[in-house]
């Protein structure tokens, strides 16, 4: 075994597809909805304009639109963005569901669940030495720690919170890239 210190590759959490929404429907009980492929709606009138983004009820499939701009003056508007609604531009539906503000603003809630990945490079185990590992985040996914390192070490929730050390709550969800060392099984701390 050599005396450098290993250096692992980072773990990196990607996402795969778009979260749903937590939105209670008004036609039958569920309370998600999706927004597929991704559409907008703009409705012009006069100068005004008014873009929503349209979710369907994972469900029954009904409709509901989301404001994105509320009479807002056309000039006001980058053409290029106003060609995006247009054109329903997936980086631009990505872009409004994932806006922070977007979410605050209509008091929705996003299910990441299905939708982002943990890239880990298999490294097994060694039980003689703790090991450090990083987390990056590609995308701003919020995820609770102790579900990732479970996942990524395939070990029980139980067994994280029992030998992981770490500097932030294992259990609020974070999207900021964070690190933490697994200590051996047998260490006494
Ligand atoms: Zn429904």
């Known amino acids: 075994m050599s005396s450098q ?9 990607r996402r795969t597809g778009l979260p749903l929404l937590s939105l209670r429907c008004v036609d039958c009980p569920s309370r998600s909805a999706t927004t597929g492929r991704g559409r907008f709606r703009v409705n012009a009138n006069g100068k005004l304009l ?4 349209l979710v369907r009820c994972v469900s029954c499939d009904r409709t509901s639109k989301l ?15 106003l060609d995006g609604y247009h054109s329903n ?15 605050r603003r209509l008091g929705i809630a996003l299910d990441w669940q299905g939708a ?6 298999p490294a097994p185990l060694d039980e003689s030495w703790p090991r450090h590992v990083a987390v990056v985040f590609e995308d701003a996914v919020p995820i609770r720690p102790d579900r990732l390192i479970a996942q990524g070490l395939r070990l029980s929730r ?3 919170l029992r030998r992981i050390k770490c ?5 609020r969800p974070t999207s900021v890239g964070f690190t933490f060392i697994v ?7």
Do not use: C, G
């Open 5 to 13: 210190p290993h250096i692992a590759l980072p773990w990196v959490v």
């Open 50 to 53: 008014d873009v929503w983004l």
């Open 67 to 81: 404001t994105v701009h509320e009479r807002a003056r056309v000039r006001s508007l980058d053409p290029a963005l």
């Open 89 to 103: 531009d997936p980086a631009l539906v990505a872009a409004t569901l994932l806006d922070p503000q977007f979410a």
């Open 116 to 121: 982002w990945q943990l890239d880990a490079p």
């Open 158 to 160: 139980n067994e994280v």
């Open 167 to 171: 500097d932030i709550s294992l259990r």
């Open 183 to 189: 200590m051996t099984k047998t260490a006494t701390y």
